[in-house]
C-alpha cells in the first residue's frame, strides 16, 4: 500500500516499494539493501578506528602479526606466517567471484547455473567460518606459554640465537605441597582445575634457573635493519625481571595474553568474531536463497532479484573482511 501525503493543494504520494518510481534506479528491496551496508560499514569503520588508535597508542608492545598467526592445517610445528590467513582470505573473495556469477546467471535466467554458482559460494563461506573458528582455537591455545609480572609485563622466553622456547621446553614440576584441611580450617571454593595454567611461577622459575642457555625477551618492539623484533634481555636482566613473575599465561583471553598487549586479544575477538558472524549469517540466508533456487520461486517469478540483494551482501562482508585483514595483519 502506498501512503500519501495530503497538502493544501494536492495529494502526493511518496513511495511505497512499487515499480512506479525507483530512486537511483532501484527496487525498494535493493535501496533497503544499501542502506543496510552503509549503516553496518560506519559500525565496522568505528571497530577498525579503535582498533588503529589503541595500537598506535600502544605500538612499541602490540604483537606482530608474523609472530602470532604461524600456525597451519596438518603442519604441526611447522612456521607458517600468515600463510593460511592468505588462504583464508583468498578462498573468501573467490566466494564472491561465484556470487558475481551467480547473479549474472540470474540475469539470463539460466536456474542449473546459479544453483552451481550458488553453491560454490556457500562452500566457499563455510570454509572461511570453519577456518576461522580453527584460528581462533589456536590463538586461545597459545603455543609458547609467558609470564606476567607484578607489573603487567609480559615475559618471553628465547635461547641465544632468538628463538621461541615453549614452557613445556625447560619448566620443572615441583612436588604439590597439600595442605590439610581441618574442620576449623576448610576451602569453601576451588577454581575449575581447567583454567589454571600447566606450570606454577616457582616451576618456571626453577626451569629457567636450570637452562643457562635461556634469555627473556620483552614486549618492546626494536627496529633493526628495517626489521622489527623483540627486545631480548641478557642473562642477568633476564634472572632479575623474571624473579618479578606474577602469573603463567598460557594462550590469549579477554583477561590474559601470551602475545602480547591485552587490548591485542580484545579486539581480535571482538572484530574477528563480529565479521565472522556476518559471514555465517549470510551462508545462512543463501542456503535458504539457494533451496528456493532448486524449487523454482524465482523461476516462477521470471526475477532472481533476490539471489542480486542477497549478493549485495556478500560482496560487503568480502570487502569488510579485507579492511580487516590489512589493518589487522598487514600494517
Same mark, same amino acid.
Given at each position: ?33 544499501? #542502506? ?5 560499514? @560506519?559500525? /565496522?569503520? +568505528?571497530?577498525? =578506528? ?6 598506535? *597508542? ?60 550458488? #553453491? ?5 563461506? @563455510?570454509? /572461511?567460518? +570453519?577456518?576461522? =573458528? ?6 586461545? *591455545? ?190
Amino acid at each position: 500500500m502506498e501512503a500519501t501525503v495530503t497538502t493544501a493543494n494536492n495529494n502526493e504520494k511518496t513511495w511505497g516499494g512499487g515499480e512506479d518510481i525507483q530512486p537511483l534506479g532501484a527496487s525498494y528491496g535493493k535501496m533497503m539493501m544499501w #542502506f543496510f551496508i552503509v549503516s553496518d560499514a @560506519l559500525t /565496522f569503520s +568505528g571497530f577498525l =578506528a579503535a582498533y588503529g588508535f589503541s595500537r598506535f *597508542k600502544f605500538i612499541e608492545t602490540w604483537p606482530l602479526a608474523d609472530e602470532v598467526f604461524t600456525h597451519f592445517p596438518f603442519l604441526h610445528g611447522v612456521s607458517a606466517p600468515m600463510y593460511y590467513v592468505a588462504l583464508m582470505t583468498f578462498i573468501l573473495i573467490f566466494s564472491s567471484v561465484t556470487m558475481v556469477l551467480a547473479v549474472d546467471a540470474g540475469h539470463h535466467l539460466k536456474k542449473t547455473k546459479v544453483a552451481i554458482y550458488m #553453491f560454490l559460494t556457500i562452500i566457499g563461506g @563455510l570454509i /572461511f567460518v +570453519g577456518s576461522q =573458528a580453527w584460528e581462533w582455537k589456536n590463538f586461545i *591455545k597459545g603455543e609458547y606459554g609467558a609470564v606476567e609480572t607484578a607489573g603487567g609485563s609480559l615475559l618471553q622466553f628465547v635461547d641465544k640465537d632468538g628463538k621461541r622456547v615453549a614452557l613445556e621446553a625447560f619448566a620443572v614440576k615441583l612436588p604439590e605441597q597439600r595442605e590439610a584441611l581441618t574442620r576449623s580450617h576448610g576451602t569453601w571454593f576451588v577454581e575449575d582445575a581447567e583454567t589454571q595454567p600447566t606450570y606454577t611461577v616457582a616451576e618456571v622459575q626453577a626451569g629457567f634457573k636450570a637452562h643457562p642457555e635461556l634469555l627473556i625477551r620483552t614486549e618492546q618492539i626494536i627496529e633493526n635493519n628495517g626489521k622489527k623484533s623483540k627486545k631480548v634481555l641478557t642473562r642477568a636482566e633476564s634472572e632479575t625481571r623474571l624473579s618479578t613473575a606474577k602469573y603463567v599465561v598460557e594462550g590469549a583471553n579477554l583477561t590474559r595474553n601470551e602475545y602480547g598487549s591485552k587490548l591485542f586479544a580484545d579486539f581480535f575477538f571482538f572484530i574477528t568474531g563480529f565479521h565472522g558472524f556476518h559471514v555465517f549469517s549470510g551462508v545462512i540466508i543463501n542456503i535458504i536463497i539457494f533451496f528456493n533456487v532448486l524449487l523454482g520461486t524465482y523461476e516462477k517469478r521470471r526475477s532472481y532479484e533476490m539471489v542480486e540483494k542477497v549478493g549485495l551482501y556478500w560482496h560487503f562482508v568480502d570487502l569488510v573482511w579485507v579492511f580487516v585483514f590489512t589493518v589487522f595483519y598487514l600494517v
